[in-house]
Nanobody, 117 residues
């Protein structure tokens, strides 16, 4: 089983940037599809971005398309989420998760992102 640890969260002004990292340990990461999710206070967790292990193709929620970029470095067992042009509504706890087939069944502990206006 793989374990995931997120880092890189923090406080940033609107319009700023952050890069989140999701580091994996325990097993090789390259055969997992990895996704980023977020949960704002009082709201349900929502999908943000994903990257497939088969061809590293990426997909995004409409709310972040054009502003966020997901990438992976299999040699470092790490997936990144570059977040640009941040908005106050991006404020949330961000989680990375991994799956082999259908369901995201491995989750990190989350990292807080706060965007001030």
């Amino acid at each position: 089983q793989v374990q995931l640890v997120e880092s890189g969260g923090g406080l940033v002004q609107a319009g700023g940037s952050l890069r989140l990292s999701c580091a994996a340990s325990g097993r090789t990461f390259s055969r997992y599809t990895v996704g980023w999710f977020r949960q704002a206070p009082g709201k349900e967790r929502e999908f943000v971005a994903g990257i497939r292990w088969t061809d590293s193709s990426t997909y995004y929620a409409d709310s972040v398309k054009g502003r966020f970029t997901i990438s992976r470095d299999n040699a470092k067992n790490t997936v990144y989420l570059q977040m640009n042009s941040l908005k106050p509504e991006d404020t949330a706890v961000y989680y990375c998760a991994a799956k082999v087939v259908l369901t995201y069944d491995v989750w990190g502990q989350g990292t807080q992102v706060t965007v001030s206006s």
